[in-house]
């Protein structure tokens, strides 16, 4: 009979305190698991709805003195002739090192036209694509398709009296209406959208646009060198980050984090306590059994390693079951959290991790009750006889 079949042994008579030993650390465990699983699925879900937040780089012309206001330029009642961005030049944008970071190119052109006796601004757009992009867009009716459809904003359908289905005639030419988008509160509310082509022919810019946004994926991607990227290989324009969301919604998970691993710290102490407390009861209880190892000449390091051998079987269980558990909670917390883009993540180094920490805080948590137990005097086993 070894050192390890006398602790598994001790374990199998004494299940009740096995269970105890488990539960404490389990808790503890799968606290942690819980909060750094939900922490890391809940970055992932705010990586997956940048694209909802629209563009983050925007792509201007080095112009200014201009009045009408729309993504960081202004127009007036002048065209934006000079320092227009040519269309063809935009191809260069992915031949960026960053290139795999970006999820979406929309260019955009931009003019004041005449509604009758309004004059409102006038948006051309890749229907195709900045539909996808602004999903926070919500259309009564539907997007547009051809190149004859607009869609209007809530505002400007109010002031010129529009409805679906209607034509508009801008500058002598019809266009139909499919959609009017609902308020937003922005300068979107005052447009009128027409698919890029069309709008170019319409404000004789063909083959120029006013303005580009660039949505970059960028959960882990250097959205600065991809500022400075694009800059390089179109030196005419202005480009500049849109990170204010960004920022905050990632200090928020960071801030999110750090109080996760606080709460986690309070939890594994007092995990650690519970083993403290009960190893000390086992080895109080144990003493004549302790004390006769000794009298058969059993020295200090068996009864410490008698002792840790133990605490590591129960540990090594407890940071098994708490991983297991902590992901079957975030489970069941993660769809109330993130609800449209839930994605558990099953990590080995948090497996790892979860496994190593109940290992090291049971077994530190054990240490004095082992090293208690190794002085014991075997006399006393005599006395209990």
């Given at each position: 009979?070894n ?7 001790n ?10 030993l488990?539960?404490g650390?389990l ?14 699925s809940l970055?992932?879900e ?6 909802t937040y629209?563009?983050n780089?925007?792509i201007?012309p080095r ?11 202004t127009?007036g009642a002048?065209s ?5 961005i ?14 795999r ?5 929309t ?6 036209v ?7 601004l006038?948006m ?7 539909f996808?992009v602004?999903r926070?867009w919500?259309v009564d009716g539907?997007?547009l398709v051809a190149?004859?459809?607009m869609?209007a904003?809530?505002?400007?359908a ?5 409805a ?5 005639v801008?500058d002598?030419?019809?266009f139909?209406l499919?959609?009017i988008l609902r308020e937003t509160?922005?300068?979107?509310d005052?447009?009128l959208?027409?698919s ?5 022919a319409l404000?004789?810019?063909?083959g120029?646009?006013?303005?580009v946004e660039?949505?970059a994926?960028?959960?882990d991607?250097?959205?600065?060198d991809?500022v ?7 030196p005419d324009?202005k ?7 960004v ?5 928020a998970l960071d801030?999110?984090r750090?109080?996760?691993?606080g709460v986690?710290v309070?939890?594994?102490?007092i995990?650690?306590?519970?083993v403290f407390?009960?190893m ?7 003493t004549?059994e ?10 200090r390091?068996?009864?410490?390693g008698?002792?840790?051998m133990?605490a590591?079987?129960?540990?090594l269980?407890?940071g098994l079951l708490g ?7 975030t489970?069941?917390?993660?769809p109330?959290l993130?609800e ?6 099953w990590?080995l180094?948090?497996?790892?991790g979860a496994?190593?920490?109940?290992l090291v805080?049971g077994?530190l948590?054990?240490f004095?009750p082992?090293?208690?137990?190794s002085?014991?005097?075997p006399?006393?086993?005599l006395?209990?006889?």
């Amino acid at each position: 009979m070894n050192l390890r079949t006398i602790a598994f042994n001790n374990l199998r008579r004494r299940r009740a305190r096995l269970v105890f030993l488990v539960a404490g650390l389990l808790i503890g465990v799968a606290t942690v698991v819980t909060l750094l699983s939900l922490t890391e699925s809940l970055t992932m879900e705010a990586e997956h709805k940048l694209d909802t937040y629209g563009a983050n780089i925007l792509i201007t012309p080095r112009s200014d003195e201009l009045s009408l206001a729309y993504g960081g330029i202004t127009l007036g009642a002048v065209s934006v002739d000079a320092h227009e961005i040519r269309q063809r030049d935009l191809v260069r944008i992915f031949d960026i090192p960053n290139a795999r970071n970006i999820a979406a190119v929309t260019p955009k052109v931009l003019g004041a036209v005449e509604v009758g006796a309004a004059r409102v601004l006038l948006m051309g757009v890749n229907q195709e694509v900045e539909f996808q992009v602004k999903r926070w867009w919500s259309v009564d009716g539907r997007p547009l398709v051809a190149d004859d459809e607009m869609v209007a904003g809530s505002a400007v359908a109010r002031r010129l009296g529009l409805a679906m289905g209607e034509p508009v005639v801008v500058d002598g030419r019809s266009f139909t209406l499919t959609g009017i988008l609902r308020e937003t509160g922005s300068q979107d509310d005052h447009l009128l959208i027409g698919s890029l082509p069309a709008v170019q022919a319409l404000l004789g810019k063909e083959g120029l646009v006013s303005l580009v946004e660039v949505s970059a994926l960028c959960g882990d991607c250097p959205v600065e060198d991809m500022v400075n990227q694009i800059a390089v290989v179109l030196p005419d324009v202005k480009v500049s980050a849109i990170q204010q969301v960004v920022k905050t919604r990632m200090h928020a998970l960071d801030q999110f984090r750090t109080f996760s691993l606080g709460v986690g710290v309070v939890v594994i102490l007092i995990g650690a306590l519970v083993v403290f407390v009960t190893m000390m009861g086992s080895v109080n209880e144990r003493t004549r059994e302790i004390g006769i190892f000794r009298a058969l000449g059993f020295r200090r390091g068996h009864v410490v390693g008698l002792i840790l051998m133990e605490a590591s079987a129960v540990s090594l269980l407890a940071g098994l079951l708490g991983f297991l558990a902590g992901m079957g909670a975030t489970r069941l917390i993660l769809p109330f959290l993130a609800e449209e883009h839930p994605h558990l993540v099953w990590s080995l180094p948090l497996a790892g991790g979860a496994i190593l920490l109940a290992l090291v805080v049971g077994a530190l948590a054990s240490f004095y009750p082992a090293l208690h137990a190794s002085r014991m005097d075997p006399t006393e086993a005599l006395r209990a006889l």
